[in-house]
């Protein structure tokens, strides 16, 4: 697995990196392994979005926390990849890549966790902010957030979602439509078994024996979990080594850990 942010157009990395797609930064990951289409209008917080440097282009998920406001992963918006937001943009209210969507709005600032990139992978959290406000819909509306007291068990039903690749190396085929998977969550003794930089505000979910996960394109997306009548956002799709890979689940940023930093730049 890797970092799921960027979808790759011309570079795909394989390695632990990054889960996005189009242009690769070291740190991106791809599309959903071994998903399924998801019913229009299922994950009405999903985002897509469409990055570019002017010379490169790539993409990652997201998902919407209030009219203008995107929940991201901070390796999609990596400074070192100087994305430019008046050539960036954001799709809402999105099924098929090839339809239209309900929403489009540019970007008119990303806001990256102050700490990341001072170590390793962690902190890979961001928010983005829409150049204009949306109205909701039963198409667009925000996702709730998962609290730091909220348990979640490898029992619990969760799902990720993503336009990214269906396994490395292998894109997404027309239309495009918007990909899910359950996916239970893994035990951090586990995850750290497996990834040694794994720290407390990580979270993995996946299959120890492979097959099924997230993958390049898939960066910045939402990891959900059922908790009572509702599914609230447990992780953010993070890094992993290739996708799909026997022993090596993907690794997510876990939300709860970064609620004061969310609250703090939405109301900044």
């Known amino acids: 697995m890797t970092l799921w942010g960027l979808l790759a157009v ?21 599309s959903i392994v071994d998903g399924e289409d998801a019913p229009e209008g299922r994950w009405p917080w999903m985002v897509y979005l469409s990055l570019t440097n002017g010379y490169e282009s790539w993409s990652c998920g997201g998902s919407v926390l209030n009219e203008e406001w995107v929940l991201t992963a901070a390796h999609c918006v990596d400074p070192s990849l100087r994305a430019l937001l008046n050539f960036s943009f954001a799709r809402l209210g999105t099924h098929a ?11 008119s600032h990303f806001s990256s966790h102050p700490n990341y990139g001072a170590n390793g992978e962690e902190y890979d959290i961001a928010l983005v902010k829409l150049d204009k406000k949306v109205t909701y819909s ?3 509306s925000p996702v709730a957030l998962a609290a730091e007291d909220d348990f979640f068990n490898p029992k619990s039903e969760c799902w990720v979602t993503g336009w990214g690749n269906v396994h490395e190396g292998i894109p997404l085929d027309n239309p495009q439509i918007l990909q899910q998977l359950q996916v239970p ?17 990580m979270l993995c979910a996946g299959f120890m024996e492979g097959e099924k996960d997230s993958c ?18 447990v ?11 026997q022993g090596r689940p993907g690794v997510y940023t876990r939300v709860a850990k970064y609620l004061d930093f969310i609250n703090e730049t939405i109301h900044a």
């Open 97 to 107: 890549l090839t339809g239209a969507s309900q929403f489009y709005r540019g970007i």
């Open 185 to 201: 969550l893994i035990k951090d003794c586990l995850c750290k078994y497996a990834y040694p930089q794994f720290v407390p505000t």
């Open 138 to 140: 039963s198409w667009v």
């Open 216 to 233: 390049q394109g898939d960066s910045g997306g939402p990891l959900v979990c059922r908790s009572a009548e509702r599914f609230v956002q």
């Open 235 to 245: 992780g953010i799709v993070s890094f992993g080594e290739g996708c799909a890979r």
């Open 10 to 30: 011309s570079l795909l990395v394989h390695d632990a990196t990054a889960r996005s797609t189009g242009f690769v930064s070291p740190r991106v990951r791809s």
